[in-house]
T-cell receptor
Framework: DADVTQTPRNRITKTGKRIMLECSQTKGHDRMYWYRQDPGLGLQLIYYSFDVKDINKGEISDGYSVSRQAQAKFSLSLESAIPNQTALYFC?????????????FGPGTRLTVL | AQKVTQAQTEISVVEKEDVTLDCVYETRDTTYYLFWYKQPPSGELVFLIRRNSFDEQNEISGRYSWNFQKSTSSFNFTITASQVVDSAVYFCALSSPRGGTSYGKLTFGQGTILTVHP
């Protein structure tokens, strides 16, 4: 079974709808991250959490919110989706015991906002 | 702020050619870590390598090799005798250790799309 899972894997929605993307991990890592990938822009950090009580904005947090329900779960919400939020979204985890911050990625969620 | 630049947006080669993907980075940290990830057409991100800034030895893993040059802030990736299965998007990334300017975060380059034709 995959260590980092994301649901759904694909989602098509309409402008204005509320969407939640979920991430679960079995790696026991305290740190979790949400990224979005757009062609030609690499991965941009949306939000990150170093533990259950710690939530931080990344580079592009506008229009997004997150919830860290437990050590193993980190959800990303789009309160009112817009077409330019169409992208591939990745969740990642890392182990704070290691200074180099190697991140382990989920399989991605492809979101299309019409 | 940290920055990673992959100047090559797309590269197209014919199978068995060697290909080098460039990565240049900027950081104020004296200690840092560099990574390469591969994203095949299926979309997942596959970790390839991690390199510490204090270890300038080049590394070879099969057909893959990495050339880290601190003097030019570069961490280039070479695929020898490329194969069609190497077709993917490749990302270079940078992180800071505890106390660094971007502790706990990865800064990614824009990615290079590599297409290997049969």
């Amino acid at each position: 079974d995959a260590d980092v899972t994301q649901t759904p894997r694909n989602r098509i929605t309409k402008t204005g709808k509320r969407i939640m993307l979920e991430c679960s991990q079995t790696k026991g890592h305290d740190r979790m991250y949400w990224y979005r990938q757009d062609p030609g822009l690499g991965l941009q950090l949306i939000y990150y959490s170093f533990d259950v009580k710690d939530i931080n904005k990344g580079e592009i947090s506008d229009g997004y919110s997150v919830s860290r329900q437990a050590q193993a779960k980190f959800s990303l919400s789009l309160e009112s989706a817009i077409p330019n939020q169409t992208a591939l979204y990745f969740c990642a985890t890392s182990d704070p015991r290691f200074s180099y911050n190697e991140q382990f990625f989920g399989p991605g969620t492809r979101l299309t906002v019409l | 702020a940290q920055k990673v630049t992959q100047a090559q947006t797309e590269i197209s080669v014919v199978e068995k050619e060697d290909v080098t993907l460039d990565c240049v980075y900027e950081t104020r940290d004296t200690t840092y870590y560099l990574f390469w990830y591969k994203q095949p057409p299926s979309g997942e991100l596959v970790f390839l390598i991690r390199r510490n800034s204090f270890d300038e030895q080049n590394e070879i893993s099969g057909r893959y090799s990495w050339n880290f040059q601190k003097s030019t802030s570069s961490f280039n990736f070479t695929i020898t005798a490329s194969q069609v299965v190497d077709s993917a998007v490749y990302f270079c990334a940078l992180s800071s250790p505890r106390g660094g300017t971007s502790y706990g975060k990865l800064t990614f380059g824009q990615g290079t799309i590599l297409t290997v034709h049969p």
